[in-house]
């Protein structure tokens, strides 16, 4: 059993910043792919970046490349999201998602997750 807590949403004005946490805890892992995922009100749930514990490597979805960056920490289990140049559009409960077992980059693109959080509030606003 794993569990997830996601946290560091807040209020932002557009242009601004937020560091987003996910910390991952309850057994050991070892190899995993963590996913952010965002929903906004009325819309679909969107993937918006994945990293690989193993070697660090990393994957945004288009919207947010060039403003988001998502980093790990393996020792603690941790994955943070850095989004800056924030856009009203990002609004949405971020949540993060782990895959632990598996072809894991393949399970997680496909939406095939082992554990949720469950989720922290993004809004940004002027």
């Known amino acids: 059993q794993v569990q997830l807590v996601e946290s560091g949403g807040g209020l932002v004005r557009p242009g601004g910043s937020l560091r987003l946490s996910c910390v991952a805890s309850g057994s050991t892992l070892d190899n995993y792919v963590i996913g952010w995922f965002r929903q906004a009100p009325g819309k679909e749930r969107e993937g918006v970046s994945w990293?690989?514990?193993?070697?660090?490597?990393?994957y945004y979805v288009d919207s947010v490349k060039g403003r988001f960056t998502i980093s790990g920490d393996n020792a603690k289990n941790t994955v943070h999201l850095q989004m800056s140049s924030l856009k009203l559009e990002d609004t949405a409960v971020y949540y993060c998602a782990i895959v632990i077992s598996g072809r894991l980059f393949t399970r997680a693109l496909s939406g095939d997750y082992d554990y949720w959080g469950q989720g922290t509030q993004v809004t940004v606003s002027s």
């Open positions: 990293i690989r514990s193993s070697d660090g490597a990393t």
